[in-house]
């Protein structure tokens, strides 16, 4: 147990993981923003809306993290487009889990969202509490890959 909790300590409660956490909720809520405006006043639909709030929202996490969190000595497009692939994957990854989790939650637990529709919400939000230091670890890496700082021997 105390193995678990050093692992914590040292990698989560850390004031880079805390500004990560932060621009996180700053993505989602420019997300949520871009999302609205393009599907209600612009109606351009559902796939579409969330495609450029995604788009929106990854460009902004982009920059911020590099800016705040991460800071490589070097940025080009390679980092830029690697990090975006890492965005995309985890797009991908949480909406299955959130699709099994949304399945599970009304076919298992028999949990009506008609009762609460902020019920609804639960297994989006599952699927991304559960990527979210996989997404760390993985930003990280990749901004220590790319930032062509690194000594080659």
């Given at each position: 147990?105390?193995?678990?909790?050093?692992?914590?300590k040292?990698?989560?409660?850390?004031?880079?993981f805390?500004?990560?956490?932060?621009?996180?909720?700053?993505?989602?809520?420019?997300?949520?923003?871009?999302?609205?405006?393009?599907y209600n006043?612009?109606?351009?639909?559902?796939?579409?809306s969330?495609?450029?709030?995604f788009?929106?929202?990854?460009?902004?996490?982009?920059?911020?993290?590099?800016?705040?969190?991460?800071?490589?000595?070097?940025?080009?497009?390679?980092?830029?487009?690697?990090v975006m692939?890492?965005?995309?994957?985890?797009?991908?990854?949480?909406?299955?889990?959130?699709?099994?989790?949304?399945?599970?939650?009304?076919?298992?637990?028999?949990?009506?969202y008609?009762?609460?529709?902020l019920?609804?919400?639960?297994?989006?939000?599952?699927?991304?509490a559960?990527?979210?230091?996989?997404?760390?670890?993985?930003?990280?890496?990749?901004?220590?890959?790319?930032d062509?700082?690194?000594e080659?021997?």
């Amino acid at each position: 147990m105390n193995k678990i909790w050093n692992f914590i300590k040292k990698h989560f409660l850390t004031k880079k993981f805390l500004t990560f956490g932060i621009i996180g909720v700053a993505n989602t809520g420019i997300h949520m923003l871009v999302y609205y405006i393009f599907y209600n006043p612009l109606d351009i639909g559902p796939f579409w809306s969330n495609t450029l709030a995604f788009i929106t929202a990854s460009v902004f996490s982009y920059f911020a993290n590099a800016i705040f969190t991460f800071k490589p000595k070097k940025k080009s497009t390679v980092q830029f487009s690697v990090v975006m692939v890492v965005y995309l994957t985890r797009l991908l990854i949480s909406s299955s889990l959130a699709s099994l989790f949304d399945s599970m939650f009304i076919n298992w637990f028999k949990i009506d969202y008609e009762a609460s529709s902020l019920l609804s919400l639960l297994a989006p939000f599952l699927a991304s509490a559960l990527l979210i230091p996989i997404a760390y670890f993985a930003l990280d890496w990749v901004f220590k890959k790319t930032d062509g700082s690194e000594e080659k021997e």
